[in-house]
Nanobody, 114 residues
Framework: QVQLVESGGGLVQAGGSLRLSCAASGRIFSINAMGWYRQAPGKQRELVATITSGGSSNYASSVKGRFTISRDNAKNTVYLQMNSLKPEDTAVYYC????????WGQGTQVTVSS
């Protein structure tokens, strides 16, 4: 089992920044990749960004150039730096770990006001 605890969500004005954190515990040695997904009201959960154990990252086109995913292996933590936030970024953001089964955090709300 892998446990994931997210933090860092909140309310921000358009154009602002937030940084999300996700701390992993448990069978962390089995984690192949980690990432962030989001789900807005009435919409399906969608990929935001992922990063492999080797450090390779991938981004949704809607956030490329604005969001940066990174990881601190010593702290077993993955981060999502979100800049130039837009109202359409409003969603619950979920941390994900593939180990190789999918594990999810509880989610953290990000609200961007216009």
């Amino acid at each position: 089992q892998v446990q994931l605890v997210e933090s860092g969500g909140g309310l921000v004005q358009a154009g602002g920044s937030l940084r999300l954190s996700c701390a992993a515990s448990g069978r962390i040695f089995s984690i192949n990749a980690m990432g962030w997904y989001r789900q807005a009201p009435g919409k399906q959960r969608e990929l935001v960004a992922t990063i492999t154990s080797g450090g390779s990252s991938n981004y949704a086109s809607s956030v490329k150039g604005r969001f940066t995913i990174s990881r601190d292996n010593a702290k077993n933590t993955v981060y999502l730096q979100m800049n130039s936030l837009k109202p359409e970024d409003t969603a619950v953001y979920y941390c994900n770990a593939k180990a190789p089964l999918n594990f999810w955090g509880q989610g953290t709300q990000v609200t961007v006001s216009s």
